[in-house]
Structure formats: C-alpha cells, structure tokens
RNA sequence: GCCCCUAUAGUCUAGCGGCCUAGGACGCCACCCUUUCAAGGUGGAGAUCGCGGGUUCGAAUCCCGCUGGGGGCACCA
C-alpha cells in the first residue's frame, strides 16, 4: 500500500509555522516512503476566508521546497482539491446518514445552544448539546421557534468508551457519554471540519493523517463517522505543539509566527526546514544538521515526539548563520542583492545600484559574520556609501591622544597612496613595517584606520577589507578621517 | 467547570530496567586563535531526570497518585 498523506489548511491566516511545520513532516513522510502528498484547502467557513490567504499558504510551501503532488492547480484523479467545491459530495454523506438513521436535523438556534452549554458549565456537566432535537417531539417544537434551515447533526452513541489510536501517543480512551451530537453540516450547506475531513480522507485514499495534536480530542468523533460510513480509518498521528516563550500556543502575540515574515526576517528556507523538523522529531542522540535529503532520507513517525516543543529563535538564528556559512560566494552574493537593493530597508539610494561583482567580492569577508540576509544593508554599508558618517572620537585608540593619532593616519595615508601593489599580502606587509617604524602597537595603527576606513570599529579584517574597497575609496577615506580628526 | 495529552538543565533533545558518576546542541561564562568583530578550537557552569508512593536484586526508564504545563469542549478549522 503506497503512502497517501495530506496537508489541509484553511484558508483562514497566515501559514503559521505549527501548521507548516505539519506540512513539512507530512511531506517528508511521503518523500521517505516515495508516497503521495497531497494539499487540501479546508474553505468551509465562508465567515473566516481571509483573502489572499491562500496564495500565502502555497508561498509559504514553495518557500520551503514543500512540493505537492495532488491538490490545487493539479487535476489529478482524487479533485478538486478545494472543499468548497465538494459541497454537493458532503450533501450526499450526510444525507445518507440521515436515511440509515444515523443523523439527525436540529432546530435550535445558536442562542439557545449557548445557553444550554452555560447552564451545563454552572452545573459541573461536560458542556455540549443537549440532543433536543434527537427526539421527534423535541425537534417539532424547535423547529417552531425557528423555521429557519437546520443543521444536521450526528448520532453519537449515548454511553460507552472507545478508544482510538494514536500512533504517537499509543491508545487514548474517551468516555462517550461525554461526547454530543457534533454537527455535520451547517445550515448554510457547508459542512464542518469533522464531517468534510473525514470523507475527504477517505475518497482521496489518505493512509495516515498527520496533524496537530489539538485535534487529539475530536479523533474520537472521527472514529465513529468512520465507523458509522463503513469506512477504514487512516493511521492517526498528532503532532506535538509549537510553544512560544511563554508557554502557550505559539501565535503572533510571541513576535513572528508566520512562516512568511521569517523569510522576510532573513532566515533561509533550508535553516528554517531544518529547525522546523526538529520540533518534535528528532533522529538520535547527536545529529542535527540535516539537508533536505538527510531528512527525507531518516524521517519516520517512530521519532515523533508527543511532548509540545518550545520555539527557541537563538537557535534558529544559529542553523540560519551555518546554512549562511555553507553558501558559495556567488549563491551568497544572489541571496544578498534583493535584500541590499530594497528600497524601504535595503542600502541608500545614494549608494545603489549594487554592483555584483564587488558584492561577490565582499562576501567571503562577510559571510561568517551574518546571521540573517536582513542584516546586510546595516552590515555591508560602508562598503558601498560614498561618505561615511560616525564619530570621530572613535578615531582616536586607547592610550593615544588625538595629535598622536593624526601623526597616525598621515603616515597610514601617506603608505595607501605609496603602496601600489594592493594586495592582502602587500598591504598587511607595508602596515606592519609602518606600525614599528612608528612606535605604536600594531592594534592601534590598525584599530585607527579599521574606523577611518570602515566607519565602524567592528569589521571584517582589515587587510582585506582595504583591500575589497580599493586603493581609490581607502585614500579618500583616510583623507576624509583626518579632515574629521 | 468537564475531557484529553504531557513532564530529562533557560531552550531543543538522547535515553525505551543495569552501558547514566544522565549524552549532544543552542544560549551563557572562561581561555586559545587574533588587528576589532565574527567564525573556529578547548574547557566550564547549568538537571536531586517535577513531587510522592509502589514494582524490581536494580528505575530517568514500568505502575499509581499528586502537582505543574499544554490542548480541546462552536452552525471555526
């Protein structure tokens, strides 16, 4: 039996990272076991549609290299992929049940339903529907107070437990009494999750459902549709939760927690796919930096965790920064330019366009240093500003006073504009005899110009980074300290 | 309020009865490297394995209770 496993968003957000985070082990599932992985859009709730939502959910699986094999755009055999064009099939379902007597229709507004569940709350009892309308004269009677379109409920057994099996967590036993008549079609003709789930599951041939475990408590309401259709039920597998800081269910309250705004925070789609699989997978005592073969290569549900995982970003920040060091100059180089050329957040207009050439030159400098793609522009802007902006007190190095430091940098200035060969090599050799011939200790003659040059007193080494800027840049700027001096 | 899940350092985790004086990683601290910052290397602090009972010759590992945390209880998914 080949593996069919699905992701199924609604339609209804951003792509939260838990729900993408389902996505991606659904999918590596499928990639292990050469399976099928298919996307399901749950647009059941006409009320919550967020538009443009969608089109960032497949962004978001794109983003990440999550391709699917069945779902919207393709047409294979088990479509349409989208809920909200299989009405006329739920409709059918719940009709049948509705003839084999195993569902009902329920009258009962919304305000009453409400009412019951607080009174049952006050009174200590499991909160749920009170199955009025279960009885014949129970349902004439609501059906008088509200002639309006019924929803239809399912017919739960009243007493009993039943157990359902997770394949993480083993079996979990419900007590049935517990359970109420859940609704199965909604009295605008759409139907709810349960219902449209579950027949969708079957008629798509998905093997094992993989999904958050918060829907651990309705598996066993699927269990007995399942039942009730004659089904054969799919391996469930609930997924452990992404917690923020605090504890709590991720969501945007903890900062980012769209997939989408990481990408637009710098982080790289193999960091972001590496980090996420390890919340709540992991394969052994040591390992965990994985390319995407690696994991398609070891996932399997047997690692799956059942305790929820905390979001740590310090350490998505490190898996950003070593897949960062892992990239070829040129790769880096590709990966940098949009962030440097953006117009809100990127380099000065004054110092684009960005020339590529320089930029692939830069990068090896810069590489090890970058966390995020975000930083770029804050982090690689004195190579491109034509004029630097800082303090001049910087200038001047610890145990030096200002007349000594401008003694300093004439001497350094006068070097850059002797040295003609401006090699790495070169430069640090004509330095360091300058440095002696003028007394001062290396890091103070060094420390002076890494600021005349860069700006900044942090920077890559200096030697080299005189070196990416050019013997041309490298006067003018000393010229330009000394004038600040 | 009712139901369910869960519990190893701040965090992600290894562990599935003796190999554990509990392993790895992020973060943190120190040192080394060094012209700064990183990166890298080495070392360190940090967990009475939530607590209390059992079972067993032996428990982080099995069982029960408690406590903590989380999730669910819609004509939402």
Request: hydrophobic share 40%; charged share 25%; aromatic share 10%.
């Amino acid at each position: 039996m080949t593996v069919r496993v699905r992701y199924a968003p609604s339609p209804t957000g951003d792509p939260h990272v838990g729900n993408i985070r389902s996505a991606l082990f659904n999918w590596l599932y499928a990639r292990h076991t050469s399976g099928t992985f298919i996307v399901r859009i749950e647009d059941t709730d006409q009320a919550r549609l967020v538009p443009g939502s969608l089109d960032a959910i497949l962004d978001a699986l794109r983003w990440l290299g999550l391709d699917w094999d069945e779902g919207p755009g393709s047409d294979a055999p088990h479509g349409p992929y989208v809920q909200s064009e299989r009405l006329d099939i739920y409709r059918k379902h719940a009709d049948w049940l509705l003839g084999e007597g195993k569902a009902y229709h329920c009258y009962c507004t919304p305000e009453r339903l409400d009412a019951v569940r607080k009174q049952r709350q006050k009174e200590r009892q499991p909160t749920g529907y009170d199955r009025r309308c279960r009885e014949p004269n129970g349902a004439a009677e609501a059906r008088e107070e509200n002639p309006n379109l019924p929803v239809v409920r399912f017919k739960m057994p009243t007493e009993g437990n039943i157990t359902v099996n997770d394949f993480v967590r083993g079996e979990v036993t419900f007590d049935v009494s517990l359970l109420d008549d859940f609704v199965l079609l909604k009295s605008d003709g759409y139907p709810t999750y349960h219902l449209a789930n579950v027949v969708d599951d079957h008629l798509m041939e998905i093997t094992h459902v993989m999904r958050a475990e918060e829907w651990l408590p309705s598996a066993p309401r699927h269990k007995l549709l399942y039942e009730a259709f004659g089904y054969e039920m799919p391996v469930l597998v609930h997924l452990p939760l992404i917690l923020g800081p605090d504890r709590s269910k991720l969501s945007k309250r903890h900062g980012a927690a769209s997939v989408l705004e990481f990408r637009d925070m710098g982080y790289l789609p193999d960091a972001m796919f590496n980090f996420l699989a390890l919340l709540g997978w992991s394969l052994d005592e040591t390992s965990e930096v994985f390319s995407k073969d690696d994991l398609i290569k070891h996932f399997t549900p047997e690692r799956i965790l059942a305790n929820p995982a905390v979001f740590n970003i310090e350490k998505l920040d490190w898996f950003n920064g070593l897949y960062i060091r892992g990239m070829d100059d040129s790769a880096l180089a590709d990966a940098l330019l949009p962030w440097l050329e953006d117009d809100e957040h990127g380099l000065p207009a004054s110092a684009r366009p960005v020339d590529r050439a320089y930029l692939a030159s830069i990068v090896p400098l810069e590489r090890e240093r970058l966390k995020r793609l975000s930083e770029a522009p804050e982090m690689l802007s004195f190579f491109f500003e034509e004029r630097l902006d800082y303090d001049a007190s910087l200038l001047v190095p610890k145990g030096l006073d200002a007349d000594t430091t401008r003694a300093m940098l004439e001497a350094a200035l006068a070097t850059a504009e002797s040295v003609d060969d401006w090699s790495v090599g070169a430069l640090e050799t004509a330095y360091r005899a300058l440095a002696e011939r003028l007394g001062v200790k290396t890091g103070q003659l060094f420390g002076a110009m890494r600021v005349a040059v860069t700006g900044r007193t942090a920077a890559p080494p200096l030697f080299d980074t005189l070196s990416v800027l050019g013997k041309e840049r490298c006067v003018s700027r000393l010229r330009a300290a000394l004038a600040a001096l």
